[in-house]
């Protein structure tokens, strides 16, 4: 006689959830306090959507969710472009917070690796790492690039660092080295060209593809205005 599917549930998977649903809960209240006065475009409301994108994608794929979130959740810490271009802050500012709520080590360095490989950095250098997982918050992160967050994001940025929205005499790079990335100073609209519309087809997953065609093609009509306006067209 067959066994019918039961709703009970084992108590070591009922505890280990637990201590996960405490864990995320924790990490929420740590990135809210650290990015209290972050600029408008890294702050933890671009978290918050990162991490919602986050968990969309990954009911699309067989990943590790606790990885996928703590990665969302963690992945802009401590960007270096706000601290001096220091590449380690972010992974050691997450590993002391991890290592603090008694997260393993496991754990611990894919969530690193994440963090250090997840960044854009001008999309011209070789990756040391890949996993599921970090494609999983990578193109989360990527969808809040694009769309209308992403402009407005754009823009808030160039605004803080008090950059020319346009300039029609200074034309986009596309073969910046990730050092000239940091380093660059060109004018807001710039950064369409060199970084935003070319996210759509460096999508990893199947899903975030699809969430991402509809965010660039409204960028396109952005810019199809914008450049309408700039020549007193519309």
Not at 123 to 141: C, H, M, P, R, T
Not at 142 to 147: H, M, N, V
Not at 174 to 183: D, F, P, Q, R, V
Request: net charge negative; proline share 2%.
């Amino acid at each position: 006689m067959g066994v019918g599917k039961s709703n009970f549930q084992h108590p070591i998977f009922y505890f280990k959830q637990m201590e996960h649903e405490i864990l995320i809960k924790n990490t929420i209240s740590f990135v809210k306090r650290a990015l209290e006065h972050a600029e408008g475009g890294h702050d933890w409301f671009h978290i918050e959507r990162v991490y919602k994108n986050t968990l969309a994608i990954a009911k699309t794929e067989e990943c590790d969710l606790l990885v996928c979130q703590l990665g969302a959740l963690l992945h802009d810490i401590a960007d270096s472009k706000f601290h001096n271009g220091d590449e380690e802050i972010g992974p050691k500012t997450a590993r002391k917070f991890l290592e603090n709520e008694s997260v393993s080590e496991v754990v611990i360095e894919h969530v690193l690796n994440i963090i250090k490989n997840i960044s854009f950095k001008g999309g011209n250098f070789e990756k040391k790492f890949n996993s599921i997982e970090l494609q999983v918050v990578q193109d989360a992160d990527r969808l809040d690039a694009i769309g209308a967050i992403g402009i407005a994001r754009c823009f808030n940025y160039g605004g803080f660092k008090n950059r020319t929205i346009y300039s029609p005499d200074v034309k986009p790079n596309l073969s910046m080295t990730k050092e000239e990335y940091k380093n660059a100073e060109t004018p807001t609209i710039n950064h369409f060209y060199e970084k935003l519309l070319l996210l759509k087809d460096k999508m990893n997953t199947e899903s975030g593809k699809k969430m991402a065609e509809k965010r660039h093609h409204f960028m396109e009509v952005f810019l199809e205005q914008f450049y309408a306006e700039c020549n007193g067209e519309s």
